[in-house]
């Protein structure tokens, strides 16, 4: 099972091929060549001659469960894995298969006992958990508020149908439709003819016929998912390892994907020229380009990687490529992660068997922050998703329609092509900032009410200030933001109302300190020290004095001060006295001389040995490091303007 996964990342895509078997005698054998070239359809049939003859029937058991799971078909798979988790010593990884039948078949409280017994072997597989530690997932998917809604298209055919991409209204996608003349080639893996790219025109509700691509790309083998540079000149595809009229194959024997760049010149593509990341011994395939046509992403299986397929990316500078790099595990697991398609706004969809779905293959979409980064990975819900494989996801430039691929019950063939429109979800979002300084608050309360005045959100702004919420559209909301040192400004209103073609509003707060005090109290302005019997300032205490600068100059421009000199108690109190007033001076001084408004400073005033902060007084024995602490200035903010 592991084996051929290495080569075949999910049957429906990554469509490895092997043109040949050797004649062996007896059942069993025959079964399993069939099965190692991957011809399941045929040693399904074998199997159970095996079975009906009672010859070595546990074994049997477990490669017709085996042959049904790489056919994507679960409820035939249920049936014999439902005997296999049954037989003694039987290896662990079938209760997992069992179970993610089981869910493919919508049974989810029987898939989680056979989880359970799985995790109960020991092995640690993150799938696994994320399931089991999230009861409720399958109960919150189904109360997601839908973004899509999916539609029928009417060029589907009675076999396999998927990879759609739509450019300048022509709709590119691929099929096991056989349009060709002669001898029709069927591929061993599920009896279909080799899947070729198709292209038809697209007007509104108007589509005409379907007909293979022109130029070069089609061959006698497989040629797949795809994806056009923005000027539409350039195309990326999948295709089996099949250059110059030959097959290239592995050390097993394994003809594996390669992904291949054609151009178009005169209506036809041509030149095909394979890309130079592509390797004999794994898989490369599902290309998507970036909008800016600097990084292309694709599915592979190479050595390296998290699951059985990950999703890579490459930079792409005119003819010149980088090393591929794996996208991590927030995106990778140790199952099969396809189709990776990224849309012109940056945010990546794909599909996963890895991550918490309905059932088999289901398609993600990344939450990216302000900077890009991934910050959340979300199940794109029903109708996208179903308890069976959908994948193959393709949104066009306005983010308003698009396409993907299932197996779903109801469609018109194997793996159908599904239509969709897209509603975007709706939020208001915005930044709590202070008044004076224009730094962002955070913990800021934001209470947003519908225009019934019923309470929809009761939120905390994070440590940039910021806030988001999820709204509908085409209403109307108020909005209050509040912190226990700030003054409330009045409440705000969030218009969502002739939101087409927008996927947000902003409502932005700037709130008026209540005690400039207060909210400067956790303001650690640290006093400074001098040196016995001078008033010079020294590199410590400068470092501080910058700080007291930066805070007046940038932080609270409308800060003021008073400054405070001490001594110790060494010397007449006449001459502390003085010495301390010269060392207000000095530190009066050296803030100005940085550019603070003199009128800032309101007070600059020595109070000689008046104020010890410590018992060091006359006649005291303290240490020089006691004294120290006595010969100093402080700061006291008064307010802010």
Known sequence: MKKILKYILISVLLFGSILSSSAQSGKQKKADALYNSF??????EVYKEMLENNYNANYAKRRLGDSYSMLRDPENAAVYYQDVVKQSNVDPEYYLNYAMALRALKKYDESTIWLNKYKETGVID??????????????????????????????????????????????????????????????TWNQQPFLDMYQLNVDGDKYSE????????????????SCFSKDGKILYFTRNNYTDNKN?????????????????EKGNWTNIKELPFNNANYSVGHPSLSSDGNTLYFASDMPGGFGKSDIYKVSVNGDSFGTPVNLGNKI??????????????????????????????????????????????????????????DFSFFLNDSGETGYIASNREGGVGDDDIYGFDRIPLFSIKG??????????????????????GNLIADLLTDDEGKYSIGVDRETTYTLEASHPKYTPEPPKIGDTRNSKGKNFVIVDFELDPVQSVDVLADINIENIYFDFDKQNIRTDASVELDKVVNLMLVTYPGMDIEIESHTDSRGSFKYNEALAIRRA??????????????????????????NLVNDCKDGADCSEAAHQLNRRSTFKILKMK
């Open 431 to 452: 930044t709590v900032t202070d008044a004076i300084n224009h730094l962002p608050i955070k913990d800021a309360r934001v209470v947003v009410k519908d225009k019934d």
């Open 210 to 225: 379907a007909e293979k691509i022109k130029g070069d790309v089609n061959t006698k083998l497989h040629e797949g998912q």
């Open 585 to 610: 001076n000095a530190t009066h001084d050296y803030l100005i001389s940085k550019g603070v408004n003199p009128k800032r400073i309101k007070k600059f005033e020595g109070f000689g040995e008046y």
């Open 332 to 389: 990778n697991t140790e199952g099969n992660e396809v189709f990776p398609f990224v849309h012109n706004d940056g945010n990546l969809f794909f599909s996963s068997d890895g991550l918490q779905g309905l059932g088999q293959l289901d398609i993600f979409t990344t939450v990216l922050d302000d900077k890009g980064n991934i910050q959340e990975i979300i199940n794109l819900g029903m109708p996208v998703n179903s308890n069976m494989d």
């Open 39 to 44: 011809s399941f359809v045929k040693a399904i």
């Open 126 to 187: 993150s799938r696994v958990q994320k399931i089991l530690e999230d009861e409720n997932f399958i109960s919150n998917i189904y109360q997601i508020k839908p973004q899509y809604f999916s539609k029928i298209v009417p060029f589907n055919s009675e076999l396999s149908d998927f990879g759609a991409t739509e450019k300048s209204k022509v709709i590119t996608f691929a099929s096991t439709r056989d349009k060709g003349v002669g001898v029709k080639r069927t591929y």
């Open 248 to 264: 290239g194959k592995d050390e097993d024997g394994t003809n594996n994907l390669k992904i291949y760049r054609a151009t178009l």
